[in-house]
């Protein structure tokens, strides 16, 4: 009791450290007006208000050469204008996507080194390296905080690896378990974002996201 007493602090501290580098960074690049530097997180936050926000609103609004999963997330947060002009609305999926895919690193590892005799005493020096390889990524953490969907895509797959650590979902024997039916639902949401391309190519262009920004918001108000 001890043991999990002292592991569930440790994923709470993990949590928390996450949630104050998003918002953090979240708040600076808000205060620099960088949110919308991509012209994918304009049309982003654009395709999602017209869902509810255009002359022909609807579920019909979604799509083009985005998958509809974060659209649909986003929608909530986008209803104030305020929250939709300057991107934030778009940034809250992104941001909790980002302090989740954090945990979900640190108990994978965690729970993959304790796993085995001769790596468990490394466990919890591993499980924070690796928690801050990932949350730490410069990438990461600018695109936490807005519109893209980079930070939805990476947490999704992180989870969908949860079943499989504990050994609960071993394919093919394990297919029609609850366990291995929670990993699919959560590999299909991961398949419904869009893709790593821009954190593999690396950060943000301001001039190309500033114009492109200036066209989409135009787009969107004609």
Aim: aromatic share 10%; with cysteine; proline share 5%.
């Amino acid at each position: 009791m001890k043991t999990a007493a002292v592991r569930d602090r440790s994923a709470a501290r993990v949590a928390g450290i996450a949630v104050l580098v998003s918002l953090f960074s979240f708040l600076y690049y808000l205060q620099q007006s960088d949110l919308l530097l991509y012209g994918d997180a304009v049309a982003h936050i654009n395709i999602a208000r017209r869902v509810f926000d255009s002359q022909t609103p609807g579920l019909l609004q979604l799509g083009t050469v985005w998958l509809p999963l974060p659209h649909l997330l986003m929608i909530p947060f986008i209803f104030p204008d305020a929250m939709w002009r300057s991107g934030a609305g778009g940034s809250m999926p992104s941001m909790i996507a980002y302090v989740l895919g954090v945990v979900g690193i640190f108990r994978l590892v965690r729970g993959m080194l304790e796993a085995d005799v001769r790596t468990k005493p490394a466990a919890g020096v591993g499980a924070w390296a690796a928690t801050f390889a990932y949350g730490a990524n410069p990438n990461l953490i600018y695109m936490q905080a807005t519109a893209m969907t980079e930070s939805v895509y990476l947490a999704l797959f992180v989870w969908a690896v949860e079943p499989a650590r504990k050994r609960r979902c071993r394919w093919p024997a394990d297919a029609g378990g609850a366990h291995c039916a929670r990993a699919l639902r959560l590999l299909s949401c991961g398949r419904r974002t869009n893709s790593l391309r821009r954190m593999v190519s690396g950060g943000s262009d301001g001039s190309d996201g500033r114009r492109n920004r200036a066209a989409a918001m135009a787009e969107a108000h004609s």
